[in-house]
């Protein structure tokens, strides 16, 4: 009886990437030879990747997060103009829609590998391996190592194609890497603003896309939750990805967002669903970086919109069993915790200039009254945390 293939995960994977409408248009590109066999070879380590290194406790960032982020690509259609929609990927040439499609391939295989080889030379987390949680390590240096890590699986066999050679001294992927690292970066930041329009644009694409990958269907998160080894953080990102119910699209221009709610809780975790709401509305900030490759502007839609949401979430009836969410305080503040500053609107971390312009994107304020900071910091505290410490104040000031 013949053995199962492996394997075969990997190539239907790469045959969807490569037959959908962005992965057709890239390959129409034809400025260097051998760029079909680079994709492919780049596609079956990550896959290897995946298989040997990825960290359990991560939501995916292998083949199924790449083909989710090439569809939502392919998918995505501008508002209309003159009464017409058109598909974003029509919108751009062959050689931005091969670049595009490189940068997405790339921009998360860093949290694939833990490496601090592959980290630039003096990086000052290059010391920090090994002295810090791993994962968090992962997660904090995963585009400083885009760029070493594709070098060293496809040019270090013996057998790599020099056409791999070719293309990754090519300004075509310079660009490619350019858009790939600016997914860390926001629009405002003088990083994303020194890119050349062109890649400004679609930087935004990829990273709008990236921030849409927030649903349930990004990982299995009761398995997650009740079989795997997790830090708390990743713990609260697989939580969170439950709340939104369904893959999130842009069509004509517009994302519209369902929210659900886990059992047992009630308007207290409306902070949640008002910073979820900031954490979508953040695509807005990008319309000035789509309009230099004509995609329009995005408008945001939610269901509920205001409030917390009625319909329940199916798969985590016991959230509550779960060791440091055992009430619904606590999950406010583990949940919390995952977000950006940004789409907390967290006046306490951001700069004025900044909170500005997110209140001119109609990001709007989040209740913080329960999300306790240290002496100003930037750490936060949980409820049981803060009633400890004041416990010992008055125990220290009636002594």
């Keep these: 009886m013949a053995l199962p293939d492996p394997d075969i995960a990997l190539r239907e994977a790469a045959d969807y990437i490569l037959t959908s409408r962005l992965g ?36 995916d960032h292998g083949l199924p997060h790449l083909c989710s982020l090439i569809e939502r690509v392919s998918a995505w259609t501008c508002a209309p103009d003159n009464g017409i929609e058109h598909y974003l990927v029509d919108l751009i040439s ?99 603003k020194a890119l050349q329009d062109r890649l400004r644009g679609l930087a935004a694409v990829l990273s709008i896309s990236d921030i849409l990958d927030e649903d349930a269907n990004r990982c299995d998160t009761a398995t997650l939750l009740f079989h795997r080894h997790g830090t708390q953080e990743n713990r609260s990102h697989w939580i969170r990805h439950t709340l939104t119910a369904d893959r999130v699209y842009v069509s004509g221009g517009t994302l519209t967002v369902t929210f659900l709610r886990l059992p ?41 919109h205001t409030g917390c949401p009625k319909k329940e979430v199916s798969v985590l009836p016991s959230w509550d069993r779960i060791q440091g969410f055992e009430t619904q305080d606590l999950l406010l503040h583990n949940l919390l915790k995952t977000f950006f500053p940004e789409a907390l609107l967290d006046e306490r971390r951001l700069d004025a200039s900044t909170v500005s312009l997110l209140k001119h994107h109609k990001l709007e304020s989040v209740n913080l009254d329960k999300f306790y900071y240290i002496n100003g910091l930037h750490e936060v505290r949980s409820p049981i945390e803060e009633e400890i410490r004041c416990s010992n104040v008055q125990q220290d000031t009636f002594k």
């Design 24 to 59: 057709q248009k890239a390959q129409l590109y034809h400025e260097h030879a051998g760029l079909s066999l680079f994709w492919r070879d780049l596609l079956g380590q990550i896959h290897r990747l995946v298989a040997s290194c990825h960290m359990p406790e991560f939501t």
């Design 264 to 304: 047992r809780t009630d308007l207290g975790t409306e902070p949640i669903y008002q910073a979820l709401k900031n954490h979508y509305k953040l695509v807005r900030t990008y319309n000035g970086a789509l309009r230099s490759i004509q995609a329009g502007l995005l408008d945001v839609r939610f269901d509920p």
């Design 94 to 192: 062959q050689e931005d829609a091969a670049t595009l499609f490189t940068a997405l391939l790339i921009h998360d295989i860093g949290m694939l590998s833990q490496s601090p080889s592959d980290l630039p030379e003096n990086h000052p987390l290059a010391s920090a391996y090994g002295n810090m949680e791993i994962s968090s390590w992962v997660r904090k240096t995963h585009v400083p190592r885009i760029e070493g890590l594709v070098k060293r699986l496809l040019l270090g066999g013996p057998n790599c194609a020099e056409s791999h050679r070719q293309i990754l001294e090519s300004d075509f992927y310079t660009n490619s890497l350019r858009v790939a690292s600016a997914h860390s970066d926001w629009p405002w930041s003088p990083q994303f």
